[in-house]
């Protein structure tokens, strides 16, 4: 419905001090096109992208690749979807944006703003093993409803540390938690065993203080990223557990 799931676009106000952070976790620079007129920059550990958006008015959005657009546009506005962003034209590099229920930006581009790149399976970040991009919701069943209608599949997680509704894809998997919990759109991950911690000081990358209270014994560590993307580090469920995208 919503095309291949690309990247979560970041606004940074310091592209080179973001790459720098996220270089040392461990994930690699992609090769970037001359789609935006901003300064960008693309990360990745192989599972999840994220654009590093040099722009103020840049907005931190879910980017998604949908061709045809312009095609698929009546389509889109038939699902009661409120168009926020459009820019259709042939001499424009095509875009379309909308709001989840909580307020958070979806966007469609037509074409790929950069190039794959290719990591081995045991190439994984400091991080771990990327999980979800989780979202705070106020309005829980509004959300899930709209991203079921966008083709996701809603699932309840009630006895996870952080009791959520996941919205799952074939390209990407979102989470729905309570405000209390979850303040802004965050980065999960699951990593082995309980030395995430030291790796990361040992890198120059000290863990922040601070984590959901429902989280505080369970050896989760929590992240944050120069530009202030969040990051939540959980000690692993099994591999039968995970998505196989």
Known sequence: MLGRFLELSIATPDIAESLAFYETLGFSQAQV????????AVVTDGRICLGLHQEPSFETSMTFVKQDLLKHLAGFESLGLE???????????????????????????????????????????????FVEIALPAPSPEAARAHWERCGFVGLDEPDASLPHVSCTSDSIDIGLYAP????????????????????????GIPPDRRLPAPLAHTGSTVLTAPEGTVILIVPNQTA??????
Request: aromatic letters at 10%; a negative charge; proline letters at 9%.
């Open 180 to 203: 209390a919990h979850v303040r802004s759109p965050m980065l999960v991950f699951e990593a082995e065993g309980r030395e995430t911690p030291a790796r990361l000081t040992g890198a």
């Open 33 to 40: 096109g001359d789609a935006w007129p901003h300064p960008y």
């Open 240 to 245: 039968e557990s995970r998505p196989s995208w």
């Open 83 to 129: 168009i926020e962003l459009r820019r259709l034209a042939g001499d424009a590099f095509n875009e379309l944006g909308w709001r989840d229920p909580g307020g958070h930006l979806i966007r469609l581009v037509e074409a790929r703003t950069f190039s794959p790149v290719v990591r081995g399976p045991a190439e994984t970040s400091l991080c771990g093993y």
